[in-house]
């Protein structure tokens, strides 16, 4: 992992939700972590798992750098409460939080499951403003933070391989809230943005589509090259660090262009 050594994050204190690893490939949370700590933070690897939240700390610590686990089920007030309080036992204050954490949520409004569209409402956006709610007192006693939260190109854009009412609407909830708590916090210093993937293929979604779908999402968009984890890590590195010191309230697209697009305009280079 030479290739991701850098110190654009030397002397940050960081927390990564949904950071557990999986069994193959790198999601979000676990690229993010694995990143930022070649970057020189020390990283909160948070996760309701223990085991894929040690299986991620285990691969930061196997390259020589730091980091530490906190179980939690970022949903409920108080787990999110010990996992600001866990940061800043270890570290001593908190500079930057990073609301990954997410699953996905398939149905439309006449044939979903109202618990499990619950679920994801609360995983996806209530976790955020729980989060964030904790932490963000103590950024303000820090001198201000930064802190980047996780939607998708589908809270832009209906369409995908079936209907997904509810991680549409968590996930468009993820960009409204972003909004709202830039204007709410920037005076005290602290920068909230948003990034929304686009066709990334993660371990979440090698499980949902055949090597047709994959290939059909590669072309939809105008790079027609195929992203992945690391691809967010980075946009998402960029928003954390001081580089977008002046950058608050934005939603950054990381989709190949793929929100410039409509089904006529990519028609060639979906049926070629």
């Known amino acids: 992992m030479k290739h991701l050594k850098g110190n654009r994050l030397s002397g940050k204190n960081v927390i990564v939700t949904g950071a557990g690893s999986g069994t193959t490939g790198y999601g979000l949370g676990q690229s993010i972590a694995i ?91 209530s ?24 939607s998708s190109f589908g809270a832009m854009r209906s369409g995908g391989f ?16 972003t909004e709202q708590m830039c204007h709410d916090h920037g005076p005290a210093g602290i920068r909230v943005n948003c990034i929304a993937p686009g066709h990334v293929y993660t371990p979440m979604v090698k499980d949902r589509v055949n090597e047709e779908q994959r290939e059909l999402r590669r072309k939809a968009a105008p790079l027609q090259t195929e992203g992945n ?22 939603t950054l697209p990381v989709d190949a262009g793929l929100l410039t697009t409509s089904p006529i305009s990519m028609l060639d280079k979906l049926t070629n």
């Open 229 to 250: 984890a690391w691809d967010v890590a980075w946009a998402t590195l960029f928003l954390a660090s001081d580089e977008s010191r002046w950058i608050s309230g934005v």
């Open 35 to 125: 990143l930022f700590a070649n970057q020189g933070a020390k990283v909160l690897v948070v996760d309701i798992d223990s085991d894929r939240a040690s299986r991620t700390v285990n691969t930061i610590v196997e390259n020589g750098i730091a980091a530490s686990l906190c179980v939690a089920d970022v949903t409920i007030a108080d787990q999110c409460q010990n996992v600001i309080d866990t940061a800043i036992e270890n570290y001593g204050n908190l500079d930057i939080l990073i609301n990954n954490v997410g699953i996905k949520g398939l149905g439309s409004v006449t044939d979903l499951d109202e618990e499990h569209y619950n679920r994801v409402l609360s995983v996806n956006l």
């Open 162 to 177: 079936g209907p997904a009412i509810p991680y549409a609407l968590s996930k468009a909830g993820v960009i409204a809230l």
């Open 127 to 150: 976790s955020v403003v729980l989060m964030s709610k904790y932490a963000i007192p103590y950024m303000i006693d820090n001198g201000g933070g930064s802190i980047v939260n996780m």
